[in-house]
């Protein structure tokens, strides 16, 4: 069942589900107050996503020293957390995704990936992406790609991965 996540114990439990998931750890904090949205299967998160709506999103905060003035921080929403433990949720987690991005008022997504995972730049590049950044971020670790999609390029990914009946309908993360 694909629910919104309002309650802090669940939210807690959407950051450390996504943390297994993929290996990161997005505090739960950043998911307060935001729109946030759960595959549960009983009391377990097992997918979901986020729309973020912050002043200064993580994703460009985390740029050390950006080459121009990046201008875009009342204009773009952040979009992650995204997985999908069990595929028999993917359509209707596409479809809730669909839905809550095609109702935001701003029309610009940002997010971030590892640049080792080349099936994520394939998957996003669906969309026509323009990359904000690449290198390693403030946090460390793997150099990241951060980039920017348009609402019709977050909705053309969910269309086409939807429709053309990919294996996993989630991005390849090889």
Not at 1 to 11: A, Q
Not at 120 to 142: C, D, F, N, Q, W
Request: with cysteine; net charge positive.
């Amino acid at each position: 069942m694909i629910v919104k996540l309002t309650k802090w114990k669940d939210l807690a439990e959407f950051s450390e589900a996504f943390k297994r998931a993929s290996g990161h750890l997005i505090p739960e904090e950043y998911f307060y107050f935001q729109n946030v949205w759960a595959v549960k299967e009983g009391d377990e998160i097992t997918g979901g996503f986020a729309i973020v709506d912050y002043e200064m999103p993580r994703t460009l905060e985390e740029i050390p020293r950006p080459p121009v003035r990046i201008n875009l921080c009342d204009k773009v929403l952040e979009l992650t957390g995204y997985f999908c433990g069990n595929k028999k949720y993917i359509k209707d987690l596409k479809r809730r995704m669909a839905t809550e991005v095609f109702k935001c008022k701003k029309d610009k997504f940002i997010y971030a990936y590892e640049i080792s995972k080349t099936g994520l730049a394939e998957y996003y590049s669906i969309g026509y992406p323009v990359k904000l950044y690449e290198g390693v971020t403030k946090r460390g670790g793997e150099p990241q790609s951060i980039e920017l999609l348009t609402k019709q390029g977050v909705l053309a990914i969910i269309a086409k991965t939807t429709l053309s009946g990919t294996k996993k309908g989630v991005p390849d993360e090889t």
